[in-house]
Nanobody, 123 residues
Framework: QGQLVESAGGSVQAGGSLRLSCVAS????????MGWFRQAPGKEREGVAFINRDGATSYVDSVVKGRFTISKDNARNTLYLQLNNLKPEDTAKYYC????????????????WGQGTQVTVSS
């Protein structure tokens, strides 16, 4: 079946950093493409960053490029998102996602979603 479980998010002041992690169970991360989405109150869910099966290729949305970094450790079956220089507009619930097909992941219709974790940035 497969399951994704995110670590706890957190509350930080603007300019601070957080690292989110997402552990996959009952599936191997080197078999799947993975990514992070976020959804702020009153807004649609949006893709933040994606990474391919072997971790060699990644994409980060222009809104967060230079501040967020996606990575994965296939030996640990874990996906990460490093969030630096956080801004109040980064406040959202962040979701881990995975899919066999990269196009399916990037279109927002992945095979699996995590439960989401809250990130709150105060000014």
């Amino acid at each position: 079946q497969g399951q994704l479980v995110e670590s706890a998010g957190g509350s930080v002041q603007a300019g601070g950093s957080l690292r989110l992690s997402c552990v996959a169970s009952e599936m191997r991360t080197d078999d799947i493409h993975m990514g992070w989405f976020r959804q702020a109150p009153g807004k649609e869910r949006e893709g933040v960053a994606f990474i391919n099966r072997d971790g060699a290729t990644s994409y980060v949305d222009s809104v967060v490029k230079g501040r967020f970094t996606i990575s994965k450790d296939n030996a640990r079956n874990t996906l990460y998102l490093q969030l630096n220089n956080l801004k109040p507009e980064d406040t959202a619930k962040y979701y881990c996602a995975s899919s066999i097909l990269l196009s399916q992941l990037q279109s927002g219709t992945p095979d699996h979603w995590g439960q989401g974790t809250q990130v709150t940035v105060s000014s």
